[in-house]
Each structure stands twice: as structure tokens, then as C-alpha cells.
């Protein structure tokens, strides 16, 4: 398999299970969607060892994923995979914008130094991880943008999939009624087409005070960011905060994600930045116990 800046063909394919089936049936019922017997998952990876979906519907998970039930083993990954299967069939999205997006992206990550960006609050976000940020409070379906969209489904999910809150309107309107004048129209004037769905009052209240929501990053870009940085040998705060914020992004990764970082980072090479830091700036405790999950993230299982 040969990975390029989009990303790897797996060497190998299979169709859905009964229980992947079962479960985009359940999540995106009347969505249009092409036939399930033309979706097929693959072991390729994303040019970051990570998960992507083509444009004849083969979703590459990785050698690893690629071999469970991912139903039962990242169901996250496939909820969000199978959106843009939803996207490349209602022709939301086309190969050509999808590589030109994150090689764009991949570009402004190399020559970008984070930190001195017109947005304070996305200042130290990578480009890349920019893709995957959403509005659900001013914006509309198409605002999202291709990787938003399918991240704001993915989360919508990973909530319990209820028939309320800003994201379930987005889901309704545009994914199982098919309206494409939805995809124009803000969480507000959708509201106003469904007033029985109730908003997210008192069920996500982080969405009134966040705007953006923003994947976990594990581009080098990012983990250099919160390594480097030296503290003074008293600041027990710092060092802390850093060893959570490290911990936090490490299980978040998928098993795709998680396999070639630990790989870096026990082969410890000299000419990588990530693996210096990692060792030079981090306790021996707290490396242990971070290979230790991304061990276990490799493995599939959740902290």
C-alpha cells in the first residue's frame, strides 16, 4: 500500500457486517444513502495513520480496525465515515475538493507558527485539525464544511443520538428529510421548521458557550506545542496540566492513530522532535503510564 498526501488504498477490502449495517441503519435511517452492499471497508490509512473514505465508498480504517467489527470496536469512526459516504452519494463533496482541503491544510501546518493568528481562539489549533471544527449555534449545515458536518454527526452520536439539541436539528433536517434547502439555513430558522424538537437547554449546555468544537489533534505540530515548553522545576502545576492535556489527547486516538505514535516513540529516534520532548520533558512515570494508553487505544480498548 502506498500512502500519498490523501491517503492509502487498503490492500484489502470487506463488506459491511450484519452489525455495521444495523447500526448506519439505526443512525442514519431515511438518509439517502447508495446501496450498503456497495460500501466496503478497507485497510488503508490517511497520510496521519488514520481513517478516510473514498469516493467509491470504501471507508479505510487501518490493518488493524480493518480486521474487528467496528460496530462493536469504533463505531464513532464509522458513524463519521459514513457521513461522507453520505456527502461523495448526494454529491456534497467530490474527491478533488476533499484532497485540495486537507493537502491545503497539510501545506499552512508546515510553514504556519502557531500563536500568531487573527482568532485568539483557534491560535493554537493546526490547520489540519481546523477541518474538523463546526458551528452549531450561528452557522449553517454548509458552513461546517465537509469534516465539521461529519464530526458534528459523529458527536451527535457519541451524545446518545436524542431527539433533541442543536446537532439532532442539522441531523433531522438535512440527513433522514433530505432537504438540501436545509443545508442553507441556520440551527435557528430550522428550529422554527421543527418547534417540537427541543433545544439544548439543560441537555449540552456547551453549546451556548462554545461555538467551535475541535477534534483532539495528534499532528506533530500540536504535540510539540504542549511538549517543548519548559516549566520552572516548582511549578508542579504546569508539569501537571501538561501531563493531563497529553493524557487527554493520547485516549482520545484511535487504534489507526495510536499505533504509529507508539511506534515513534519507542523506536525514539533522535531526528524526532515529538519522541525528544516526549522523553526529555516528561517524568518516567508519566511516559510509562501514556505508552501504556496508547497501548490500550491500539488494542481498541477505552480508558
Known amino acids: 500500500m502506498t500512502v500519498g498526501r490523501f491517503g492509502g488504498k487498503g490492500d484489502n477490502d470487506r463488506n459491511l457486517t450484519v452489525s455495521e449495517r444495523s447500526l448506519i441503519q439505526r443512525v442514519f435511517r431515511t438518509a439517502n444513502l447508495p446501496d450498503l452492499d456497495d460500501v466496503h471497508i478497507a485497510d488503508g490509512v490517511n497520510v496521519r495513520g488514520g481513517a478516510w473514505t473514498d469516493s467509491d465508498y470504501q471507508i479505510n480504517v487501518g490493518p488493524h480496525l480493518f480486521k474487528t467489527d467496528l460496530s462493536i470496536s469504533e463505531a464513532d469512526t464509522l458513524v463519521h465515515e459514513m457521513t461522507h459516504v453520505w456527502q461523495y452519494y448526494n454529491n456534497t463533496l467530490s474527491k ?8 491545503t491544510a497539510w501545506i499552512k501546518d508546515q510553514f504556519t507558527k502557531y500563536g500568531n493568528d487573527d482568532d485568539p481562539d483557534m491560535a493554537y489549533v493546526p490547520y489540519s485539525d481546523r477541518l474538523y471544527s463546526y458551528d452549531v449555534v450561528d452557522g449553517t449545515w454548509d458552513d461546517m464544511g465537509f469534516e465539521g458536518q461529519a464530526y458534528m454527526v459523529q458527536q451527535w452520536f457519541e451524545m446518545g443520538m436524542k431527539h433533541e439539541g442543536y446537532r439532532f436539528v442539522f441531523v433531522k433536517n438535512v440527513l433522514w428529510d433530505g432537504d438540501a434547502s436545509a443545508r442553507n439555513l441556520t440551527r435557528v430558522e430550522l428550529q422554527l421548521r421543527s418547534p417540537s424538537i427541543p433545544d439544548d437547554e439543560g441537555v449540552h449546555l456547551d453549546d451556548r458557550k462554545t461555538v467551535r468544537e475541535v477534534r483532539p489533534s495528534l499532528t506533530d505540530a500540536y504535540l510539540i506545542e504542549l511538549l517543548q515548553r519548559r516549566y520552572a522545576a516548582t511549578d508542579v502545576a504546569g508539569f501537571g496540566e501538561r501531563a493531563r492535556k497529553v493524557e ?11 499505533m504509529p505514535l507508539f511506534t515513534r516513540l519507542t523506536l525514539r529516534n533522535s531526528s524526532d522532535k515529538v519522541a525528544t520532548y516526549f522523553y526529555g520533558h516528561l517524568s518516567t512515570a508519566t511516559r510509562i503510564k501514556l505508552l501504556h494508553i496508547l497501548q490500550d487505544r491500539m488494542a481498541g480498548k477505552v480508558a
Open 96 to 103: 478533488g475538493h476533499a484532497f485540495k482541503a486537507q493537502a
Open 248 to 258: 487527554q489527547l493520547f485516549q482520545s486516538a484511535s487504534p489507526a492513530e495510536a
